[in-house]
């Protein structure tokens, strides 16, 4: 078992930045990847970014550029740098963690608006 607990959502203006964190506990040994995904309201969840065992990134084209993934291995907290937010990133924001077996935090809220 692997429990997640994501931290950093809220509201932001346009342009503005925000970071998101997910610290995982448990059977995080069995680490593969890890993720952060979003869903917006009448949409289906989407890759935002994720970060693999060997330390490669990949990411959503909306947020190339913009978007930040990166892992404190010693904390086996996971961070998402969010830069330059568009009102099209307002999103709840799931962290996923991948062993095998797929888990996922609670989601938390990014609200971009003025």
Known sequence: ?????????????????????????????????MGWYRQAPGKQRELVAIIIDNGSTNYGDSVEGRFTISRDNGKNTMYLQMNSLRPEDTAVYYCNFYTGINYWGQGTQVTVSS
């Open 1 to 33: 078992q692997v429990q997640l607990e994501e931290t950093g959502g809220g509201l932001v203006q346009p342009g503005g930045s925000l970071r998101l964190s997910c610290t995982a506990s448990g059977n995080t040994f069995m680490f593969r990847h």
